[in-house]
């Protein structure tokens, strides 16, 4: 080989590897992009693409840039899976995802099973950090903590009236649903009905007249905001005044386009809005801006991309297994939510006085009440 042809030849390959090392890094975000559940995928979506864009702007992750992968699980347990395996296979090291927690639970043993870091920003559900591997994590709180909640909201201020627990099946709905119910029952209320609703359905009039004729006052659903509208309209419809209080997947303004005036009174419990976190203004204001309204998990899915980003820069690598030991050595991040502390689980650790609230449905929009 000639002088000439071997100088070529290196310089080629330095430029190959130079490349390589600068590639960029691939993360995801999954969730209900399409489908009745789609406002909430496209707040994991609009969370995801500031987080990374603010990231990109400021040099990236360890000096290299972040692609996102934004993919759809339609909040079904197998597409869920399908989606987990495809982001494996295109090398992706980070999965700020799902929403459903009948998503989550089963996507996280492919994520454990490939050594990719999970953070979910709304799966609500205990067994998904209980039964998960150490790699599995998720930014927002658990069903038992918002049952308790919910049951001594309902106890404390509708111990004498009639209650009905409806859940929609699904791994969220009944297990927010179940943990509400048991947390009644050691409070002394125990619900007047206990029913099944099939998500997808547009006709619970059956369910509704059966309510109706127990004489029901107030409807706990664990479920989605598409069915928590069509049960409140159709037991309007018959007359009914009964109060519709439901979980965190009320958090859209969705919900208030299914129901309209109608909607007028339902109370739900959520996180304190994180847009109201004097921590968080400005980069709500810059939402604004963009025509975004940061409600229900958007800031939790910029914040769960934060904190891997800062795992990331201490670690060294973007190496999940590394990253993963970052997450429990008790290192607290710094996010657009405030300090954030991982358990042995892969809960955060609670650090303000409190987890979950109520909030009731008021013209189109929902805001905490007061006590």
Request: charged share 25%.
């Amino acid at each position: 080989m000639n002088k000439s042809l071997a100088t070529l030849l290196s310089l080629a390959l330095l430029a190959a590897f130079s490349s390589l090392a600068k590639a960029d890094i691939s993360i995801a975000t999954a969730g209900p992009m399409t489908g009745q559940y789609a406002s909430f995928g496209k707040q994991m979506k609009n969370g995801a693409q500031m987080a990374v864009n603010d990231i990109n702007a400021a040099g990236g992750v360890l000096g290299q840039k972040i692609k996102l992968l934004i993919e759809d699980d339609a909040c079904d347990p197998k597409q869920a899976v399908a989606v987990a395996n495809k982001v494996a296979g295109s090398g992706v090291v980070f999965m700020a995802g799902h929403f459903c927690s009948g998503s989550s639970i089963p996507a996280s043993k492919v994520y454990e099973e490939e050594g990719i870091v999970q953070i979910s920003p709304a799966s609500t559900n205990p067994k998904f950090t209980d039964e998960g591997g150490p790699n599995i994590f998720r930014v927002c709180g658990r069903d038992d903590q918002q049952g308790a909640v919910a049951a001594h909201y309902i106890v404390e201020n509708f111990k004498d009236k009639k209650i009905a627990i409806l859940h929609d099946k699904t791994a969220y709905g009944k297990g927010l649903a179940d943990n509400t119910k048991s947390a009644m029952a050691k409070l002394g209320k125990k619900a007047d009905m206990y029913e099944a609703i099939t998500a997808g359905e547009k006709d619970y009039t059956a369910l509704v007249t059966k309510m109706k004729l127990a004489k029901i006052d107030y409807v706990y659903l664990g479920g989605y905001h598409t069915e928590a509208g069509l049960i409140l309209r159709q037991m309007r419809d018959q007359g009914m005044k009964t109060i519709l209080i439901g979980g965190d997947a009320l958090v859209t303004k969705e919900f208030w386009s299914i129901t309209g005036d109608l909607g007028e009174g339902t109370l739900m419990t959520f996180a304190p809005d994180p847009r109201k976190n004097p921590i968080a203004a400005k980069l709500v204001e810059k939402f604004k801006k963009a025509n975004i309204d940061p409600e229900g998990y958007v800031l939790y899915t910029y914040m769960a991309i934060q904190a891997w980003k800062q795992a990331a820069e201490k670690a060294g690598t973007v190496d999940p297994a590394k990253i993963t030991t970052i997450f429990h050595s008790g290192f607290k991040f710094k996010t657009v939510l405030g300090d954030l502390v991982f358990d042995k689980k892969g809960d955060p650790v609670i650090t303000q006085k409190r987890q979950y609230v109520f909030y009731a449905w008021s013209k189109g929009d929902y805001s905490e009440i007061k006590k």
